[in-house]
C-alpha cells in the first residue's frame, strides 16, 4: 500500500459543484500539506496543517478549504469549484519540513 | 520570503551527455535545500537533499548536486544522462524558521535515445 493516498485519482466537475479531495497517510507524519501543480508554475502551497489543531494557509487558499480530521487525514475542499482550479493537486507529508516530503499520486481534477 | 529560480524550462540532451540544471534560491540564513524528480504520470519523488555538511551533495541514479552558498545555487548535475531520466525536475528550499518547502517551477528534461 502507498504511504501517501489520495483519492479520487481523477476526478471531472461542473462549475459552481463542491467537492472534497481526500488525503490519508501511513507515514505517521504530524505535518500534511496540499498542493497545486500548473504547467509553467510549478507547486504552489494551497494549506497545511501541523497537528490536528494546526491548519494554516499557503499562497493560493483562496476558493479552497480544508480539513484534518486525524493525524492521518487531510482533506481539502473547493466549495464552488471554477475553471481555473482545474490543476493536478497533490497532498504530501513530512515529519520535519527540513527532511523533505513524501507525495500521494495525486488527484487530476477538472472543471468544466 | 524564501523563493526559487530554476532558469531552465526545457531541456533537450542526447544519451550519454552530460546534464547540470541550474537552481537559485533567495534566503539570507540557513537553508535546505533539495531536488525532487517526477516521472510522467508520476507523483514528486526525492533525488537528493543537502542540510548541512558536504556541500557536493550524491542522490540516486546517478545525480549529484552542490550547494554554492556564495552563488545562492544548488544546481543538479549527471555525468551521463539516459532516456529513463526524462521527467520534470523540481529544486526546493526550506529556509531556517519556515516550517514549509517552495518550490522553483520545474525543467523538464528530455532525453533522446
Known amino acids: 500500500d502507498a504511504d501517501v493516498t489520495q483519492t479520487p485519482r481523477n476526478r471531472i466537475t461542473k462549475t459552481g459543484k463542491r467537492i472534497m479531495l481526500e488525503c490519508s497517510q501511513t507515514k505517521g507524519h504530524d505535518r500534511m500539506y496540499w498542493y497545486r501543480q500548473d504547467p509553467g508554475l510549478g507547486l504552489r502551497l494551497i494549506y497545511y496543517s501541523f497537528d490536528v489543531k494546526d491548519i494554516n494557509k499557503g499562497e493560493i487558499s483562496d476558493g479552497y478549504s480544508v480539513s484534518r480530521q486525524a493525524q492521518a487525514k487531510f482533506s481539502l475542499s473547493l466549495e464552488s469549484a471554477i475553471p481555473n482550479q482545474t490543476a493536478l493537486y497533490f497532498c504530501?507529508?513530512?515529519?520535519?519540513?527540513?527532511?523533505?516530503?513524501?507525495f500521494g499520486s495525486g488527484t487530476r481534477l477538472t472543471v468544466v | 520570503a524564501q523563493s526559487v529560480s530554476q532558469h531552465n524550462h526545457h531541456v533537450i540532451l542526447s544519451e550519454a551527455a552530460s546534464l547540470e540544471l541550474g537552481c537559485n534560491y533567495s534566503?539570507?540564513?540557513?537553508?535546505?535545500l533539495f531536488w525532487y524528480v517526477q516521472y510522467p504520470g508520476q507523483h514528486l519523488q526525492l533525488l537528493l537533499k543537502?542540510?548541512?555538511?558536504?556541500?557536493l551533495v550524491k542522490g540516486i541514479k546517478g545525480f549529484e548536486a552542490e550547494f554554492i552558498k556564495s552563488k545562492f545555487s544548488f544546481n543538479l548535475r549527471k555525468p551521463s544522462v539516459q532516456w529513463s531520466d526524462t521527467a520534470e525536475y523540481f529544486c526546493a528550499v526550506n529556509g531556517g524558521g519556515y516550517q514549509k518547502v517552495t518550490f522553483g517551477t520545474g525543467t523538464k528534461l528530455q532525453v533522446i535515445p
Open positions: 504530501a507529508t513530512s515529519a520535519n519540513g527540513g527532511y523533505g516530503y513524501t
Open positions: 543537502y542540510f548541512s555538511g558536504d556541500p
Open positions: 534566503y539570507g540564513g540557513t537553508v535546505n
